[in-house]
């Protein structure tokens, strides 16, 4: 048994896992399971993570419900979709992977306790879904996400795994070319602690909320994709933003695809069913990239109501069914909107909805710096390439939350044991990079500058995209990024200073900023979500690669790196 | 409109009030004035968030008095006349500041937890308690290889449980929990009733023993204002009179028609 001298502060652990959704939840479970320590690290309740807001689903080839001419589904099928829906980007390898592991993933779930929804005969209910030839979408009414985190998060306790709870991480450490901890500010105290580990994991989420218009959480800052870069990481495809088609207008929150799985349209203001015009075969069903286009350009063509929004209309359903199935979507509507679906259509609009593009990681979760890994949506493993599945998302969390968890354990027994000394100077680094946030006085203010970048994403790098604007954009990135070392906040005390989370949010926003602003200008085709007004075509000669960012003498310098390719070959996507 | 929030930070004597006024704008919810008075007034007014859509259970605060999510409670419905508390009266004896009902929407923090600052409450007493009930599933039997059957029906019973976010609103409008504070509360007994009644863990009366004592399913006076409280319909006090009947039911079983068998 090896005894640490621990300072109150200083941490040592083999595994540190940053983020406390579905990924770190899934993760921590497997190495606790493994007899492997670990720490999980949140800045908010784990509970309270953007997991916890999932409404459709979580893709499997169960076969439960039988596919049209009592078609069969399979794992292969899942494949397909899942690499037509990418517009090929995917890496095929991991595709496999994941498609082949879902079945048990959900079966797993049930067996640790997740209540699904179920069909008459007891089975696991499924639906359909965007883009997939099958019903194939497991849920749990709308309200699958609420479901499985409960689900892991009473494991998690009940293997009293140490969970450190709105711990906000403030930097990952290196010694030697390897990751060998973090720093994290205790929100509530705004003590800052140090952890020592043989591996980290980062599983941080999206970076939704450098938009203005964004369907996530308002915590979805991008921090594990900004400490990725800082540490000498790299970033994959950050230029591949969903943007999902159906925001409830104003508060944007999401209006799951599960309401058009069940049958729900959409309808411009002439009463139009618009979609067979886009996508004459899956309509409404089409995948999300289609779909949020296609209500763009009705708004853009005057076909949209006063307010850029259209119509996504239940009403047909009837009232039993969307009380049954949707009764998630209804509260909300009638919460937000003071609409009830079951009598008035829901006015919708596209926002940013998912980040495909992440750290830059192997089929094994590992990172180019040794000791760091990523799963879950902060990472790009590359299973949802340039356009994400509804049901996908879900499924990466949990299977790669388990697969890179037991790669960290393997690796485990050749990692050496970190010294503490290097984690020890990072912590005095924070502690006074903190107090010199705090004694700046004057000068700009935090809320302007991070509600400008968000604009300029929104307006800049949004569903439509253009070489010119696009560069516009960049500088506005770089003067806001000018003005923001000259921000002070007002609040100068350490314990539950928001404003100093907010500042250091800001301080990780940019360069995901950054890096989603290179990698869309470079790119000049159009693929997946990433559509340039400029280059409406794809182009796999030239772009069937990874966009690959990294810092170079503190600038974000963009390579690429070849897609894997396997039993799918690029062809046309149409639906 | 204006908003007036209850203000403490450590080494206060007590808590003071600062009114902030808000634009007012149709739908504008409680959790946006928070955040327009954070930006444009005073960054150091705490209050926790996320989700911002009343799925996650983080922003629960008392506003007008009434345990609520601040995210899906509007000002304008606020403002338009907050009719009678939803729930039976209690006694706040610490929170006596009168506001003016007609301009004013008053936020303070979740009574029943200690505050940390301002509209911040330490949810470590609720999650002590919400473990207490050991919330995790314990199958029936071994995992057979595929997923175990439920009819729809179990799984809508079910449903009435799983449901909870956790928020604690209940927590904080239950009487018995402002003058026990050994009571389990609401939440934390859904939650034990949720696995109760899972017809997958057949447990039989070892979860409903769980909670069998005094402080347990016993303590609740059925004031009922978990339930009008919940923004999720969860109803604790159906589950809290259930797992009485089964038990009283029990008792009777074991202790045959005398009434003092072996």
Redesign the interface.
């Known amino acids: 048994m090896v005894v640490h001298r621990d300072q109150p502060s200083l941490h040592h652990v083999d595994v540190i896992i940053i983020g406390g959704g579905l990924t770190g939840l899934r993760a921590a479970l497997q190495l606790s399971r493994a007899g492997r320590s670990c720490a999980l690290l949140s800045k ?2 784990p ?4 997991s ?2 999932a409404q459709g689903g979580m893709n499997a080839s169960l076969g439960n419900v039988p596919g049209t001419e009592g078609a069969t589904d399979s794992w292969e099928r899942h494949a397909y979709d899942t690499v037509k829906g990418s517009d090929y980007l995917a890496d095929q390898n991991a595709v496999v992977r994941m498609c082949r592991e879902a079945p048990a993933t ?2 797993e779930l ?4 997740t ?10 209910a499924q639906r359909p879904f965007g883009g997939a030839g099958f019903p194939r979408t497991c849920y ?2 709308d ?1 699958t996400g ?2 499985i985190l ?2 892991l998060y ?2 998690v ?2 293997e009293k795994i140490p969970v450190y709870e709105e711990f906000f991480v403030t930097s990952l450490v290196t010694a030697g070319g390897r990751c060998t901890g973090c720093t994290a500010l205790e929100i ?1 105290t705004g003590t800052i602690h140090g952890f020592c580990a043989k591996a980290t994991l980062l599983a941080t989420g999206g970076f939704g909320r450098i938009f203005s218009r964004s369907t996530n ?3 979805n800052t991008g921090d594990g994709q900004a400490l990725a870069l800082r540490a000498g990481a790299s970033l994959k495809d950050m230029e591949f933003v969903q943007f999902h088609p159906t925001s409830l207008l ?2 944007n ?2 209006i799951s695809e599960a309401a058009r799985g069940e049958g729900g349209v959409l309808v411009n203001k002439n009463g139009e069913r618009f979609m067979t015009r886009y996508a004459p075969r899956s309509a409404d069903l089409a995948p999300r990239d289609v779909v949020a286009r296609a209500i763009e350009n009705e708004i853009a063509a005057g076909r949209g109501f006063d307010g850029g929004y259209v119509h996504l209309d239940l009403r047909h359903i009837g009232e039993e069914r969307i009380r049954e199935r949707l009764p ?1 979507i209804r ?2 509507a009638m ?4 609409v009830d679906p079951v009598t008035e259509p829901i006015p919708v609009q596209p926002a940013q909805h998912y980040s495909m593009g992440g750290i830059d990681v192997g089929i094994e979760g590992q990172s180019g710096i040794p000791g760091l890994y990523a799963a879950g949506e902060c990472a790009c493993i590359s299973v949802h390439g340039a356009n994400r599945l509804g049901g996908n998302s879900l499924l990466e969390t949990v299977v790669f939350g388990r697969l890179v968890a037991a790669s960290i354990i393997r690796a485990l027994p050749s990692e050496p044991v970190p010294a503490d000394g290097p984690v020890l100077s990072a912590v005095q680094e924070m502690e006074a990079k903190v107090s010199g946030i705090l004694g700046k006085s004057g000068g700009e ?3 302007t500058v991070i509600d400008s970048l968000k604009e300029t994403m929104n307006t800049k790098f949004g569903i439509f995209r253009e070489g010119n604007s696009m560069e516009k954009g960049l500088a506005e990135i770089s003067a806001l990024r000018e003005r923001a070392g000259n921000i002070s ?3 100068k ?1 350490r ?5 100093l989370v907010r500042y250091l949010e800001l301080e990780y926003m940019f360069p995901v900023a950054e890096a989603t602003a290179l990698g869309a200008i470079q790119r000049k085709e159009s693929r997946g979500s990433h559509t340039r007004t400029d280059y409406p075509a794809r182009d796999d000669d030239r772009f069937l690669f990874h966009t690959i960012t990294r810092n170079l003498n503190g600038k974000i310098a963009v390579s690429s790196a070849p897609v894997t390719l396997g039993m799918f070959t690029p062809e046309e996507r149409v639906y | 409109m204006m908003l007036k929030v209850f203000r403490f930070s450590p080494g206060m004597e007590k808590p003071r009030y600062d009114t902030f006024a808000i634009e007012p704008a149709p739908g504008k919810t409680v959790l946006a004035a928070l955040f327009e008075a954070q930006s444009r007034y005073d960054d150091s007014l705490a209050f926790r968030y996320s989700c911002r859509g009343a799925v996650c259970g983080t922003c629960a605060m008392l506003i007008n008095r009434v345990p609520r999510l601040a995210c899906r409670t509007r000002l304008g419905a606020l403002s338009a006349g907050d009719s009678d508390p939803p729930h039976s009266h209690y006694d706040l004896p610490h929170l006596t500041e009168p506001w003016d009902k007609k301009e004013e929407v008053l936020v303070e923090p979740l009574p029943n937890l200690p505050v940390i600052k301002d509209l911040i409450v330490d949810m470590d007493e609720f999650f002590t308690r919400y473990r207490s009930v050991e919330p995790v599933f314990r199958p029936g039997g071994p995992d057979p290889e595929k997923e175990r059957l439920m009819t729809p029906e179990a799984v809508r019973e079910l449903e009435r449980y799983t449901t909870c976010i956790l928020c604690a609103a209940c927590f904080a409008a239950c009487p018995v929990n402002g003058k026990n504070p050994r009571y389990t509360g609401p939440a934390a007994l859904a939650k034990l009733y949720r696995f109760h009644i899972d017809p997958r863990e057949q447990q039989g009366p070892a979860r409903l023993r769980t909670a069998d004592t005094p402080d347990g399913w016993w303590a609740c006076e059925f004031h009922t204002n978990c339930r009008r409280v919940c923004p999720k319909d969860v109803p604790p006090d159906k589950a809290i009179g259930h797992a009485r009947q089964e038990l009283k039911d029990l008792k009777k079983k074991e202790t045959g028609p005398g009434g003092d068998g072996a």
């Open positions: 908010v309740h509970l309270r993570s953007h916890v807001a959900v079966i049930e067996h640790m306790g209540v699904w929804s179920q069909l008459e005969d007891g089975k696991i749990a009414a309200r609420h479901n409960h689900t009473e494991q306790t009940a509530m959480a308002i915590i104003g508060s929150i999401l998630g509260l909300i919460d937000f909107a003071g203010q935090l809320f906040i007002s609040d005390n314990a539950a200073n928001q404003a």
